[in-house]
């Protein structure tokens, strides 16, 4: 039984709060559609043309047809939790809609963590040989390691802008750590690097106050850059 307010709440009371957790998860997978789309366009824009000069055969094609196979796996998440909001809460087609959607997440993330797992056994040393070669003909590419990163990370403009804090809290505390390092080497414009810092500490806080109080780190030293 739900409770409000140290009281039992009534059959309503309980709709409304199922209803939320089903509209939160609504949103949650938006963001994170949103950003597996910008990723996968990062890497047809900027990573696999560099790719694609070297004449690596069948390699980005293996890679192409993983991004296609992913989209309708997504499409069919997002179908099912707009169904879900159309039913009954706790009738049997709403349990049935709602356990389809959890095999089908189940299936998105494996073939999305062995879609990464291939892409660094595969693509990323690929990547590496084709810079390796172009250094050691004297022919380097016009762009260095900062400003390809760069160039990658502004492909990807909602996840280093409006979602970057949840794309942030969804790494690992090291990959994150590293990741902001990245962040603010390769960005140039002051107040966009500064906006997306505080929302990062603003995400911290609301989660733990004593993150970052308690513990100052250079991550709440950036937040008091002033932008130009």
């Known amino acids: 039984m ?11 009371a309980k709709v409304v709060v199922e209803g939320a957790e089903v ?3 609504g949103k949650w997978y938006g963001d994170a559609m949103e950003v597996m789309l910008e990723h996968a366009r990062m890497e047809e824009t900027v990573l696999f043309p560099d790719i694609q000069r070297a004449s ?5 094609d293996k890679a192409n047809e993983q991004h296609g ?15 879900l909001l159309t039913l009954e809460l706790g009738s049997s087609l709403f349990h049935e809609v709602l356990v389809n959607l959890s095999v089908r997440l189940k299936a ?4 999305t963590i062995e879609h990464f797992k291939e892409e660094e056994r ?3 040393p690929r990547l590496e040989g084709v810079r390796r070669m172009q250094r050691e003909e ?17 492909t990807m403009e909602m996840t280093h802008s ?18 902001l390092d990245l962040v603010c080497r390769c960005t140039k414009n002051t107040r966009h690097l500064v906006s997306m810092l505080r929302s990062l500490a603003e995400r911290l806080e609301d989660a733990n106050p004593a993150i970052i109080h308690n513990n100052p780190t250079k991550l709440y030293e950036h937040l008091l850059v002033k932008s130009p």
């Open 2 to 12: 739900v409770k409000k307010g140290g009281k039992k709440a009534g059959k309503g």
């Open 23 to 25: 509209r939160r998860l």
């Open 56 to 60: 690596f055969p069948g390699v980005l």
């Open 69 to 83: 196979r992913h989209l309708p796996m997504m499409n069919g998440i997002k179908e099912d939790i707009k169904t």
């Open 108 to 111: 998105l993330q494996d073939h």
């Open 122 to 124: 595969e693509l990323l």
């Open 138 to 154: 004297g022919n380097v590419s016009d762009k260095s390691n900062t400003a390809w990163a760069s160039e990658a990370m502004g």
């Open 162 to 179: 409006k979602l970057f804090a949840f794309f942030m809290t969804g790494l690992l505390p090291q990959e994150a750590i590293q990741y």
